[in-house]
């Protein structure tokens, strides 16, 4: 079996050269899933590009936008109707966002009872949120959903993975302790490209391999392509 590299959580639109970078994906056969931060992001790139077997679009509504923009809960159920895959969405209650936490949570709550309704995978933003998320997700009972760039202890990392959830970690997350807490069945590699760096560089997919190595290294997992890989699509099987 080919076991193809996964990119759980990348940002397309946030690239000058995204026409490029999409072209990559493609012809370097890396699977992608692209989140957007807003459902007119989210619009324009359904509009550009055309979604194929290694670039999927993900439907979001950042957390940071509350209070900004306000949220078209119609509107966004709408769109739902034809994605497979909601993000970036989440909670952030650090401290130039703690003040929307009431209209976080209940935007939130929107968003995934419309997740779980559609039966679709949900790739969530959480800082300083986790014992909210986690009320969340036991009340809705959503099963299918990644964490990323999470920051929480081991014992929530625990709680969450009875609960059903998947970790994307990306190499920024190398200094972290918390990511070898990660149970190997629930580890996804992310780039969040172009939000971080490579070796002192903006992330590329064509570095999508020294990724992985870094990774590897620092969780001592030789095969973590193949993990990975095995990993998601138990995810997606769901």
Request: charged share 25%; net charge positive; with cysteine.
């Amino acid at each position: 079996m080919s076991y193809k590299f996964i990119d759980a959580h990348f940002h397309l639109d946030g690239y000058k050269n995204h026409k490029t970078i999409y072209k990559l994906i493609n012809t370097s056969q890396i699977y992608t899933l692209c989140v957007t931060n807003s459902p007119y992001i989210y619009i324009a790139c359904k509009q550009n590009y055309i979604e194929t077997k290694f670039v999927k679009f993900a439907l979001g509504f950042h957390p940071r936008l509350i209070g900004k923009e306000r949220f078209d809960e119609k509107g966004f159920e709408k769109l739902s109707e034809n994605a497979k895959y909601i993000g970036e969405v989440g909670l952030d209650f650090s401290r130039n966002y703690v003040k929307t936490k009431n209209e976080q949570i209940r935007v939130f709550k929107k968003i995934i009872n419309i997740a779980v309704k559609r039966n679709l995978l949900v790739s969530i933003h959480s800082v300083n949120a986790t014992d909210e998320l986690i009320n969340i997700i036991k009340e809705y009972k959503l099963s299918k959903f990644i964490l990323h760039w999470f920051k929480g202890t081991e014992e929530q990392i625990n709680e969450l993975s009875r609960l059903g959830a998947y970790f994307s970690v990306n190499p920024d997350q190398i200094k972290e302790k918390n990511i070898l807490y990660i149970p190997k069945n629930r580890i996804l590699v992310e780039t969040d490209g172009p939000n971080n760096k490579l070796q002192k560089s903006i992330y590329s997919s064509s570095n999508i391999r020294q990724a992985y190595d870094v990774i590897s290294q620092k969780l001592n997992i030789a095969d973590l392509k193949q993990l990975c890989y095995k990993n998601f699509y138990e995810l997606i099987s769901n």
